[in-house]
């Protein structure tokens, strides 16, 4: 049987099964044919601050997100780091996991009382889409047919969907930044008035589907709160936002500066 391995760079989640003096050995979702211990993390790559006691960074039985560095898939060897992944990409994936474990439990709810494997409908799902998840989302906003005509019985199909549509809300993500900006012009005030105006004029136009709200702390501080589908998306806004306000000001005396919160 032709195992299926990680790509090199992938963010996986793995389960920590057994802690040695060099690392830990995790179980990989998605990857649990690899085996109980497929994953390993060297001790250098658990954290960004010197790992003193391994039990202080891991755990047996906790869950982490690490990003695949290497895979030797001839000797089954599979090495990850935790350190590596940025918080906004643990939260990310913590994410994806939870709406796909989501929207496996639909899954498995729909073909419990028909003659249908749960495993065949996730594999059909798998087979048209990213995942399992965005298989249920596209089916809850679209129809019956959608899940029918890639190949899933129409009873199935049709819970599928009725769960969908009662158990699934779109996706959305929060983004949270601190801007500051300075302008040290006359009329600074009304400079600054112009460019939010003219940026939330931009975003309504570009952004359909994401929110944006900008709120006063204290000049020259504003909270910046992004609500997007998807944290690409999100991160994508919260760059644009501070290309704009530097090519804004870029005419005047003035000062930008942004930080994620």
């Known amino acids: ?11 996986v989640i793995g389960t920590c099964t057994k802690l040695t003096p060099h690392g830990a050995y995790f179980e990989i979702f998605d990857y649990e044919k690899l ?12 954290s960004r601050t010197w790992v003193r006691n391994i039990r202080s960074h891991i755990r ?14 001839a000797r089954g060897e599979i090495d990850m780091s935790i350190r590596r992944v940025s918080e906004p990409q ?26 249908i494997s749960a495993e065949s409908v996730e594999e059909t799902l798998l087979g048209n889409f990213n995942s399992i998840y ?35 809300q ?19 005030v009304e400079i600054l008035k112009e460019f939010f105006k003219t940026y939330n004029k931009s975003f309504n136009k570009k952004h359909k589907g994401s929110k944006i709200n900008i709120q006063i702390i204290s000049p020259p501080e504003y909270r910046c709160m992004i609500e997007s ?17 530097n090519q804004f000001f870029s005419p005047y005396d003035a000062e930008c500066s942004f930080e994620r919160q």
């Open 1 to 11: 049987m032709e195992l299926n391995f990680p790509r090199v760079g992938e963010l």
């Open 35 to 46: 085996g109980s211990e497929a994953g390993f993390v060297h001790i250098s790559e658990l």
């Open 229 to 245: 589908g998807d944290w690409k998306t999100a991160e994508g806004i919260w760059k644009e936002i501070q290309e704009e306000s």
């Open 60 to 73: 047996e039985g906790q869950r982490a997100v690490s990003k695949i560095l290497r895979v030797d898939t």
């Open 134 to 168: 965005e298989g249920l989302i596209k089916a809850r906003e679209g129809e019956v047919a959608l899940l029918t005509e890639i190949g899933i019985p129409e009873v199935a199909a049709k819970k599928i969907h009725q769960l969908a549509v009662k158990e699934l």
């Open 90 to 115: 643990r939260r990310m994936k913590l994410n994806e996991f939870k709406q796909e474990n989501r929207a496996r439990g639909i899954v498995a709810v729909a073909c419990e009382n028909v003659d």
């Open 170 to 188: 779109p996706p959305t993500v929060q983004l949270a930044g601190l801007v500051t900006i300075t302008c040290y012009e006359s009329n600074g």
